[in-house]
């Protein structure tokens, strides 16, 4: 059973930085690409950062490019979200998910393109 656990998330004054983790496990982590989205109350999800099964490729959304860094580690089955300059804008639930990579390049830049989620851990930005 694949299970996705985030964690990190917390209050923090605009400009300032977070790193959230995403602990997986039941399945085999570097055969995945992973990902992380948001949605914020009253808004759609929104796609933030992907990653490769091998980590060589990620993408991000305009939104949050060149603030917010995605990196894994396989041996760890571990995925981070490294959050810098943080605006109020950024306050969310934010998601961990994982997809079947078709190869261990292949990014899913893609909120549906994903098929397991996490529980979500909750950023609030002070202004």
């Known amino acids: 059973e694949v299970q996705l656990v985030e964690s990190g998330g917390g209050v923090v004054q605009a400009g300032g930085s977070l790193r959230l983790s995403c602990a997986a496990s039941?399945?085999?982590?570097?055969?995945?690409?992973m990902g992380w989205i948001r949605q914020a109350p009253g808004k759609e999800r929104e796609f933030l950062a992907t990653?490769?099964?091998?980590?060589?490729?990620?993408k991000y959304a305009d939104s949050v490019k060149g603030r917010f860094s995605v990196f894994r580690d396989n041996a760890k089955n571990t995925l981070w979200l490294q959050m810098n300059n943080l605006k109020p804008d950024d306050a969310a639930v934010y998601y961990c998910?994982?997809?079947?990579?078709?190869?261990?390049?292949?990014?899913?830049?893609?909120?549906?393109?994903?098929?397991?989620w996490g529980q979500g851990t909750q950023v609030t930005v002070s202004s």
């Open positions: 039941g399945f085999a982590f570097d055969d995945y690409a």
């Open positions: 990653s490769s099964a091998n980590g060589d490729y990620t």
């Open positions: 998910a994982a997809t079947r990579a078709s190869n261990r390049n292949w990014i899913a830049n893609r909120d549906y393109a994903y098929e397991s």
